[in-house]
């Protein structure tokens, strides 16, 4: 069976969510951050140079950084839904002063505390 795509009101949902990451991530409130992405050992982020294995990892990782990340414009963002409970969000991205395009993946699921990052995927093109 195909779950239903982007039923309204999970997409608004999502794409709130998404707006919440992004604004902390500008912001530099690494609390959000971790909130945002699920507590569990299954959660995954890769970065520009490094892997991150469960949550632990990754909020260490954050903990780690003097500036969480530069300031970037958003070029392009796809946010897909797929039934009630799981999402994608892709979007492009240039930092500030940069020519280089990056790329962001995330996987999101619905859990008991709300919308949480799940997968994370961020590289630079060329």
Known sequence: ????????????????VFARYEQALMANQPAVL???FWN?????RYGFSENHYGHAGISAFRASL????????LLRTVITTYGRDFATANCEFRREGATAVGRQSQTWLRTA??????????????
């Open 1 to 16: 069976m195909t779950p239903e795509i982007n039923i309204p009101e999970v997409l608004a949902e999502v794409t709130d």
């Open 34 to 36: 971790d909130e945002l």
């Open 40 to 44: 569990s050992p299954h959660t995954l």
């Open 66 to 73: 003097p500036v969480q990340s530069p300031p970037r414009e």
């Open 113 to 126: 505390d709300g919308w949480r990052v799940v997968a994370a995927h961020v590289s630079l093109l060329g």
